[in-house]
């Protein structure tokens, strides 16, 4: 493991498959909710208290990770000192449009091979809106994934177009729009068009 510390608040730490294997993980399974999975990542917080004297005090942590061609897995964790989230979370809007629907079909297809996503979780917070022969995909309600929603950007922006900072965009759907599925739209679009 290396770890870096790129703030007072920030940590880095990169891990080789080397030390996955050493932790009886994979992967497949490190972003999972598993017992391995919480102890190498309070392992890691340990570690990172003696190697870079990043003290976690009791703060809530935001933990990110990126997974690097199947080799390493990179964590940056940030202590959320005024807990940041919860204040955005009542004015974030979270929208995406898709060129079509065949787009949308493709990112439900994709997401369902993923198991760490919480497919289930997820998709009770989305809806799906026909407006102008456009489709999109709007967070209803912020709830507490198990991944950061960040991450959750980064599968959406490989088939569609992130427009939450267009300032219309939330109440031209939903004064125009027409609803397709007013909520659980990834796993009822799954369950209709396998």
């Given at each position: 493991m290396k770890f870096e510390k790129?703030?007072?608040t920030k940590i880095k730490i990169i891990i080789s498959q080397e030390d996955l294997k050493l932790n009886n993980l994979s992967i497949d399974n490190i972003l999972s909710n598993s017992i391995s999975s919480q102890k190498l990542l309070n392992n890691i917080i340990l570690n990172a208290e003696?190697?870079?004297?990043f003290k976690a005090d009791n703060s809530d942590l935001l933990v990110e990770t990126v997974i690097l061609d199947n080799s390493e897995c990179i964590f940056t964790i940030s202590k959320l000192l005024d807990?940041?989230?919860s204040d955005n979370r009542k004015n974030n809007l979270l929208v995406y449009e898709f060129n079509s629907f065949d787009d949308f079909i493709k990112l439900c297809h994709f997401l369902q091979n993923f198991s760490f996503l919480c497919l289930n979780d997820i998709s009770k917070s989305f809806s799906l809106i026909l407006y102008n022969n456009t489709y999109f995909l709007k967070l209803i309600e912020f709830k507490n994934f198990f991944v950061s929603t960040e991450f959750i950007k980064t599968f959406f922006s490989e088939f569609g177009?992130?427009?939450?900072?267009?300032s219309v965009i939330g109440g031209k759907l939903s004064e125009y729009g027409k609803t397709i599925f007013s909520q659980n739209a990834i796993l009822n679009c799954l369950n209709s068009f396998k």
């Open positions: 790129l703030t007072n003696k190697e870079l004297d807990n940041p989230i177009k992130d427009v939450s900072k267009c």
